[in-house]
């Protein structure tokens, strides 16, 4: 019939198509022309001076070089220039491009012709490798494709010069590359066409014919299973051309084309068909659960599911499809993650390898350095490129697996069910995440093993070949020949020489050892962290007792020797990209995910699971190389000490025998006691050794004053140790004992002895008045508390121990010292150059070929190639800047107040010129040695800018003027707004620019120069900086903005404490408020996420400044109405959920941390922890230290809340070992450091969560259960809360329910207490806070119950909490 003919017509047309789809037809001339062409070639003599044009030719000497061509090639000879042009410079030479084509422009008239003949060259050469058959496999075909298409889009495109439909029609050409599986080389090709376009006027989208190539473009991109290389390419066109992948229109022509088989085709990545019955389908079998197997061998035991997921929980049988989706996501993105990452890892070390091993003859060194160095950047860039996509993936596949799985069992699609999927997804993606970048680490490695042997099989048999033959040394002298760069142009210690390369030189490759990556079993634990710390539990154990084997001690001390090799190269990489600033770097400012953290995070767990033997060993070492090291760069000496407090975590005996080794450290010279002075008051600070012990040494050394060079000795450490807050006066007795004898002597250490004294009698009296204690200030040592690991030598100083306002003075002196060792006439010929550049900027404003002049004319000055030229100019041009601003003051009119009016323009010209220096700046080679090279002067010129401020502040102040801060600010302004505006050059770069400044400016830190309070603040909170850093791709700036936050509060601190607010600190109160509150507003999970630190800082008597971070919680959770009628806290879906915390909680704790989970552990084993405790927590005062204690309660807390998680059947909150801590220390302190206590634990009443939700319970429990001749510990907790309550908004979520639950549950009694009528004032109060919280019960309710009920007048908490007359 007609309609089963036109079926079977409809079904057979696939066919007839796919049988057509062949490459070539149609594609245009280019394509399909294939007849070489016989060019006239010239003589040889010509060839030659040709030849030596174009190898000469440079940006210098353009003109020249054109018209030397012309003087000898003839017009007839252009066929053949052109295609030597094009065969043999431009499709091998992509970086010298813009060379050629300028070279071109200045041909003129003249070179028309050899465009002509270029073009059809490079038509000719793409139609051989798009016809070739190779082209799909041989990635040098791709990369000669990939350059003429560069070159074509950059001749004709950039020129406004169209590409003939007849000669290269590129949609079909992208289409039948979609048909025949020749995407991966036609794609590349037709993207860098188009690039050509973004410098074209005409061509530029939204041209139509470019729109057009555009969406084939982003039809292809949405195809199925298409490679990431080829997607990637499509990307970057898209970013190239400023154009949003997702705004462009698809293309509708792909749908008519005929559909590739995906088998083999190199354009795909095809699933192997391990498993046909789960292939065909996703779907779970009704009854025996999902049946799909994974292709990788054994995978499913090492992936981890969290049991605790309420969607597995409910349905265990899902959890089979968790391996199968880490199985799919590994295999999507293995291949090109692996193919890159080995091509770029074999390239890079067969060239320096090579290099380096051109005179060694021993093969198997070379083969062995090579393997070394080929694993290790295989496997690190497999790893960095791998991460996000892996997870991505992985979260894809398996929400699609698991819709499919709970489709199929007949489960409903609800809000609740999507909601629970979700959470799989992100537990699942996190947890497994580690494992699948392990394997294709692995797999990176293992391949880029097997190339670099082949890449060099041919220079290791020449090596054993020649050894065998001739006995004699082998020599490359292929490294020697083609006119090549190297060795000649190596500094003299990085040539190649006779005999090979030295033991130090070796020790470059072999600090490539890679630690290899353990998979983590899963089951044991719900995260790979967990399962971790388990494998290290679990070594310890079978160590403990029967002692580890010789094979895992060996093994054990390998790893922290390599360990250390890693944290020594890590450290010298961040010190020499802080260049001249490296001084200033210390360990407090890594961030938590840095390279030298995570370094010695791992020695800490290697230590824990090796003996007391292995530990002490690497532990001596450390401490020899500590006194290897100068005090210049702080940094090398403080990770030394954290690396022997990490190993000191698994070593019980270290700290006795540190003691020991202190006593046989060097102090024959000046520079060696200091050296040792420092170090002995680090290792004090963190606790290593007992100062008690320090103590009787020192004092004993000093030999009743009879050893000189230990009386100078322990003066300058016990005003250190005192003045920085190490230890206090009276945990030093021995020391003042012997301070004191002298004193009472003649001799010449008498006058300094006694001014020492009478400086710590007055900090003994400090500390018995109770001032503050500083945030980073330890506690005393008879706490037997371990302040955090962070190590400041910047506080510690090595000679006079100076504290933050002593730094400036430092710097004033260095910049002092520079200037008297300039050059003479420095300042004149600066001065000349700032003057020429003023009148550029105010002539020739937005010129870039002015800007370009003067910038070169700068280089001819020194700027940017020698670091001295470059300190010295812009340390004399920032003074003279400064000098010039504050010079052209005026006064204001008559009548009116205020400074005198200052005139700007030579700060802002300066500050354009370091932002165009910095933009421009490009000394060669690739973009990350570019981007380092920006961050390098950036680092120079700031770190010169924040000398010269200190410098300024100190002349200042010792002429007893007033410091004008404005130009400064300006200067620092500009800077700030210039340099993080969008730029697609600095776009990689941004946090790295916005790191520099926060360095910058955490050290002019109020406490620092408190003249520059104001302007700080202004530049903290500018728009271009806090919300650029805490807007960071994952957080990554919040460290930074925390860090900055903490410096504010520390100099706010004791001005909040007094409460007696000058003008000037009243302002800066209210600036800090409207940043808070736009930080609330804005990045509410911020404040949130550091409130413990915050809090910690914030004084007692500022109870709304403390609420606005309590009251701060994620933009993702939306609040109940805290006044909702029977509201039930239990029942909310968020209140089950752990809040993130980034303040460091156990770091805080110190020792104190080991003792609490001991006890925790074992409640009955410990008989003297809890009677200890209470002293533990409190400072030389004999208060509760603040930073402490709330560290205390939310660790305990933690671990309460996870132990109730856990325990099957639930058990009460109340019961346990945590809560009986908190009861003995609210049993053990007196009212005042009661209170604070109570305050601590009210700290974590804040959003629903499960922390809010416990210490709820928590306060609710303590006041129900206090014993009933204490009213006094119930009223502290109502004044707790309701202090809180009765000021201004914001109140924190958390504290109203409390507070509601107390006073309207009949089971605690409230207003039967007599504490809330002792006073007509109070009364009011609880009347106006009641009518506010009980309006859904009536009165009548509350009586029956049998409570009393306040008076009816009063002041009055309306609404959200504002305080307004009753």
């Known amino acids: 019939s007609p309609g089963q003919a036109g079926a079977a017509a409809a079904a057979a047309a696939p066919a007839q198509n796919k049988q057509a789809a062949v490459f070539g037809s149609n594609l245009g001339r280019a394509v399909s022309n294939d007849l070489e062409t016989d060019f006239a070639t010239p003589p040889d003599n010509i060839?030659?001076?040709?030849?030596?044009?174009?190898n000469n030719v440079s940006m210098s000497n353009l003109d020249g070089k054109a018209t030397d061509l012309k003087g000898i090639m003839k017009p007839e000879w252009f066929g053949w220039l052109g295609n030597y042009l094009v065969v043999k410079r431009i499709s091998t030479q992509p970086n010298f491009h813009s060379l050629y084509l300028a070279f071109l422009e200045k041909l003129g008239d003249y070179g028309r012709g050899l465009i002509k003949a270029i073009l059809d060259s490079v038509y000719l050469n793409v139609g051989k490798l798009l016809r070739s058959p190779k082209i799909t496999v041989l990635t040098s075909e791709r990369s000669l494709l990939k350059n003429l298409g560069s070159w074509l889009g950059a001749i004709t495109l950039a020129r406004n010069k169209p590409i003939l439909h007849l000669m290269l029609d590129c949609k079909e050409l992208l289409y039948q590359g979609y048909e025949t599986g020749r995407l991966i080389a036609v794609t590349p090709f037709v993207a860098k066409i188009l690039e050509g376009a973004k410098d074209s006027v005409v061509f530029r989208p939204p041209n139509p014919w470019v729109m057009a190539l555009l969406g084939v473009f982003r039809s292809l991109y949405d195809v199925e299973d298409l490679k990431m290389n080829i997607k990637f390419e499509v990307e970057v066109l898209c970013k190239n051309l400023n154009v949003k992948l997702d705004e462009i229109e698809k293309?509708?022509?792909?749908?008519?084309?005929?559909?590739?088989?995906?088998?083999?085709?190199?354009d795909f990545n095809t699933k192997p068909a391990a498993a046909p019955a789960a292939a065909s389908s996703d779907k779970p079998a009704a009854e025996g659960g999902f049946q799909e197997q994974t292709v990788i061998p054994n995978l499913a035991a090492y992936v981890q599911i969290n049991p605790s997921v309420a969607l597995f929980a409910s349905n265990p049988a899902l959890k089979r499809v968790v391996p199968v989706a880490v199985d799919r996501a590994i295999r999507e993105i293995i291949?090109?993650?692996?193919?890159?990452?080995?091509?770029?890892?074999?390239?890079?070390?067969?060239?320096?390898?090579?290099?380096?091993?051109?005179?060694?003859?021993?093969?198997?060194?070379?083969?062995?350095?090579?393997?070394?160095?080929?694993?290790?950047?295989?496997?690190?860039?497999?790893?960095?490129?791998?991460?996000?996509?892996?997870?991505?993936?992985?979260?894809?596949?398996?929400r699609t697996l698991l819709q499919s799985a709970v489709s199929a069992a007949g489960t409903a699609q609800t809000p609740e069910t999507e909601q629970m999927i979700e959470q799989v997804v992100q537990v699942c993606a996190s947890d497994n995440l580690e494992l699948g970048c392990m394997l294709i680490e692995k797999a990176a490695t293992e391949k880029a093993l097997r190339d670099i042997d082949e890449a060099l099989a041919a220079p290791l048999q020449a090596?054993?070949?020649?050894?065998?033959?001739?006995?004699?040394?082998?020599?490359?002298?292929?490294?020697?020949?083609?006119?090549?760069?190297?060795?000649?142009?190596?500094?003299?210690?990085?040539?190649?020489?006779?005999?090979?390369?030295?033991?130090?030189?070796?020790?470059?490759?072999?600090?490539?050892?890679?630690?290899?990556?353990?998979?983590?079993?899963?089951?044991?634990?719900?995260?790979?962290?967990?399962?971790?710390?388990?494998?290290?539990?679990?070594?310890?154990?079978?160590?403990?007792?029967?002692?580890?084997?010789?094979?895992?001690?060996?093994?054990?001390?390998?790893?922290?020797?390599?360990?250390?090799?890693?944290?020594?190269?890590?450290?010298?990489?961040?010190?020499?990209?802080?260049?001249?600033?490296?001084?200033?770097?210390?360990?407090?400012?890594?961030?938590?995910?840095?390279?030298?953290?995570?370094?010695?995070?791992?020695?800490?767990?290697?230590?824990?699971?090796?003996?007391?033997?292995?530990?002490?060993?690497?532990?001596?070492?450390?401490?020899?190389?500590?006194?290897?090291?100068?005090?210049?760069?702080?940094?090398?000496?403080?990770?030394?000490?954290?690396?022997?407090?990490?190993?000191?975590?698994?070593?019980?005996?270290?700290?006795?025998?540190?003691?020991?080794?202190?006593?046989?450290?060097p102090m024959n010279t000046d520079d060696e006691r200091k050296l040792h002075r420092t170090v002995l008051l680090l290792l004090a600070r963190s606790q290593l050794v007992k100062i008690a012990e320090l103590d009787v040494w020192i004092a004993r050394s000093m030999d009743g004053g009879r050893n000189g060079v230990f009386v100078e000795f322990a003066l300058h450490f016990a005003r250190?140790?005192?003045?920085?807050?190490?230890?206090?006066?009276?945990?030093?007795?021995?020391?003042?004992?012997?301070?004191?004898?002298?004193?009472?002597?003649?001799?010449?250490?008498?006058?300094?002895?006694?001014?020492?004294?009478?400086?710590?009698?007055?900090?003994?009296?400090?500390?018995?008045?109770?001032?503050?204690?500083?945030?980073?200030?330890?506690?005393?040592?008879?706490?037997?508390?371990?302040?955090?690991?962070?190590?400041?030598?910047?506080?510690?100083?090595?000679?006079?121990?100076?504290?933050?306002?002593?730094?400036?003075?430092?710097?004033?002196?260095?910049?002092?010292?520079?200037?008297?060792?300039?050059?003479?006439?420095?300042?004149?010929?600066?001065?000349?150059?700032?003057?020429?550049?003023?009148?550029?900027?105010?002539?020739?404003?937005?010129?870039?070929?002015?800007?370009?002049?003067?910038?070169?004319?700068?280089?001819?000055?020194?700027?940017?190639?020698?670091e001295e030229n470059s300190e010295r100019f812009f340390r004399v041009s920032t003074e003279l800047v400064i000098e010039s601003v504050l010079k052209s003051a005026q006064a204001?009119?008559?009548?009116?107040?205020?400074?005198?009016?200052?005139?700007?323009?030579?700060?802002?010209?300066?500050?354009?010129?370091?932002?165009?220096?910095?933009?421009?700046?490009?000394?060669?080679?690739?973009?990350?040695?570019?981007?380092?090279?920006?961050?390098?002067?950036?680092?120079?010129?700031?770190?010169?800018?924040?000398?010269?401020?200190?410098?300024?502040?100190?002349?200042?102040?010792?002429?007893?003027?007033?410091?004008?801060?404005?130009?400064?600010?300006?200067?620092?302004?500009?800077?700030?707004?210039?340099?993080?505006?969008?730029?697609?050059?600095?776009?990689?770069?941004?946090?790295?620019?916005?790191?520099?400044?926060?360095?910058?400016?955490?050290?002019?830190?109020?406490?620092?120069?408190?003249?520059?309070?104001?302007?700080?603040?202004?530049?903290?909170?500018?728009?271009?900086?806090?919300?650029?850093?805490?807007?960071?791709?994952?957080?990554?700036?919040?460290?930074?903005?925390?860090?900055?936050?903490?410096?504010?509060?520390?100099?706010?601190?004791?001005?909040?404490?007094?409460?007696?607010?000058?003008?000037?600190?009243r302002t800066l109160y209210k600036g800090t408020l409207r940043v808070l509150l736009i930080l609330l507003h804005d990045f509410p999970e911020f404040l949130s996420e550091y409130h413990a630190s915050f809090t910690a800082l914030i004084p007692a008597n500022c109870v709304q400044l403390r609420n606005i971070f309590l009251s701060a919680f994620p933009r993702s959770l939306s609040l109940i109405d805290p006044f909702t009628p029977n509201l039930k806290i239990d029942l909310l879906p968020e209140i089950s959920q752990n809040p993130r915390i980034l303040s460091n909680i156990p770091g805080a704790l110190g020792s104190l941390k080991a003792d609490i989970d001991a006890f925790l552990a074992n409640p009955r084993g410990s008989t003297t922890f809890l009677n200890d405790l209470p002293g533990r927590l409190l400072n030389r005062s004999g208060d509760v230290n603040p930073s402490l204690a709330n560290s205390l309660v939310i660790y305990v807390g933690m671990e309460a809340i996870a132990s109730l998680q856990q325990s099957q059947p639930p058990s009460s909150p109340m019961r346990g070992a945590e809560v009986e801590i908190y009861l003995k220390l609210l049993d053990s302190y007196a009212p005042k450091n009661r209170y604070a206590f109570l305050s601590a634990l009210a700290n974590q009443l804040r959003y629903p969560n499960s922390h809010t939700h416990f210490f709820s319970q928590v306060m609710l429990y303590v006041f129900e259960n206090a014993p009933s001749n204490d009213s006094g510990l119930k009223e502290?907790?109502?004044?707790?809360?309701?202090?809180?309550?009765?000021v201004h908004r914001p109140h924190p979520w958390g504290l109203l329910i409390t507070f509601i639950e107390l006073i309207k549950n009949p089971r605690y009694r409230f207003w039967s207490h007599g504490f809330t009528r002792c006073a007509a004032e109070i009364e009011r109060v609880f009347e106006s806070v009641s009518r506010s919280c009980m309006s859904g019960a009536s009165a009548g309710e509350v009586g029956a119950a049998g409570q009393q009920q306040p008076g009816q007048q009063g002041i009055g908490m309306v609404g959200g909490g504002e305080v307004v007359k009753g």
């Not at 945030?775 to 962070?790: F, G, L, S």
Request: with cysteine.
């Open 892 to 1065: 204001p009119p008559e009548g009116t107040a205020g400074p005198p009016a200052l005139h700007y323009n030579v700060v802002d010209a300066y500050a354009k010129l370091v932002a165009l220096l910095f933009k421009y700046m490009n000394s060669g080679g690739d973009a990350a040695k570019v981007a380092t090279q920006r961050i390098n002067l950036l680092n120079k010129v700031l770190g010169i800018t924040v000398q010269c401020l200190m410098a300024g502040s100190v002349v200042a102040k010792n002429n007893k003027n007033r410091f004008d801060q404005r130009p400064w600010f300006r200067l620092l302004m500009n800077l700030i707004q210039d340099l993080n505006l969008p730029d697609p050059q600095l776009d990689s770069i941004s946090l790295q620019i916005l790191g520099v400044f926060g360095s910058a400016l955490h050290v002019i830190q109020p406490c620092v120069i408190p003249g520059f309070t104001f302007a700080w603040l202004e530049l903290v909170s500018h728009r271009m900086f806090l919300p650029n850093l805490l807007l960071a791709k994952g957080q990554k700036g919040f460290g930074l903005a925390h860090q900055l936050l903490l410096d504010l509060f520390q100099f706010l601190e004791p001005y909040l404490r007094k409460g007696e607010l000058d003008d000037s600190i």
């Open 47 to 54: 060839l030659d001076k040709v030849q030596f044009i174009i």
């Open 335 to 398: 291949q090109p993650v692996v193919e890159r990452s080995v091509t770029i890892a074999c390239i890079t070390t067969k060239e320096l390898v090579v290099k380096d091993f051109a005179m060694e003859s021993d093969e198997n060194k070379m083969r062995k350095a090579a393997q070394l160095m080929v694993s290790n950047l295989a496997g690190s860039l497999a790893l960095v490129t791998c991460k996000e996509p892996l997870r991505g993936s992985v979260a894809t596949n398996l």
């Open 1276 to 1286: 502290q907790i109502t004044r707790v809360l309701l202090e809180r309550l009765i």
């Open 463 to 665: 090596r054993r070949k020649h050894r065998e033959q001739t006995g004699q040394p082998f020599y490359d002298m292929s490294i020697f020949q083609n006119n090549s760069r190297f060795p000649s142009a190596l500094p003299e210690p990085l040539r190649p020489k006779p005999g090979g390369l030295g033991a130090q030189q070796l020790m470059v490759y072999e600090a490539f050892q890679r630690i290899p990556r353990q998979p983590v079993v899963a089951g044991a634990q719900g995260s790979s962290e967990g399962a971790a710390s388990q494998q290290a539990g679990q070594a310890q154990g079978a160590g403990a007792g029967a002692g580890a084997g010789p094979q895992a001690t060996d093994g054990n001390m390998k790893a922290l020797t390599l360990l250390a090799s890693k944290l020594s190269l890590s450290v010298n990489n961040l010190l020499a990209a802080a260049g001249n600033r490296s001084g200033e770097v210390t360990y407090s400012m890594l961030p938590e995910t840095h390279e030298v953290r995570s370094l010695i995070a791992e020695v800490k767990k290697v230590g824990v699971v090796s003996n007391d033997d292995v530990c002490l060993s690497f532990a001596q070492t450390v401490f020899k190389q500590m006194y290897e090291l100068s005090l210049n760069e702080p940094l090398r000496l403080e990770s030394l000490i954290a690396v022997l407090e990490a190993v000191s975590e698994g070593c019980g005996k270290l700290g006795k025998d540190i003691t020991t080794w202190i006593t046989y450290a």
């Open 251 to 266: 293309s509708d022509g792909l749908s008519n084309r005929v559909s590739p088989d995906k088998e083999k085709n190199p």
């Open 720 to 866: 250190t140790a005192v003045h920085e807050r190490i230890t206090g006066v009276g945990e030093i007795p021995n020391i003042i004992d012997s301070f004191t004898k002298i004193a009472q002597k003649q001799g010449s250490y008498k006058k300094s002895v006694n001014k020492l004294l009478e400086e710590l009698r007055g900090s003994k009296q400090g500390e018995e008045q109770g001032p503050g204690q500083p945030q980073d200030a330890p506690a005393p040592a008879n706490a037997q508390q371990k302040a955090p690991a962070q190590p400041a030598i910047s506080k510690v100083d090595s000679s006079e121990g100076l504290g933050v306002s002593d730094i400036a003075a430092k710097n004033a002196e260095a910049i002092a010292l520079a200037a008297r060792n300039d050059p003479p006439q420095t300042r004149q010929s600066v001065t000349h150059l700032l003057d020429y550049w003023i009148r550029v900027y105010n002539e020739t404003p937005g010129n870039e070929k002015a800007y370009a002049q003067y910038l070169q004319l700068l280089q001819q000055h020194g700027v940017g190639k020698s």
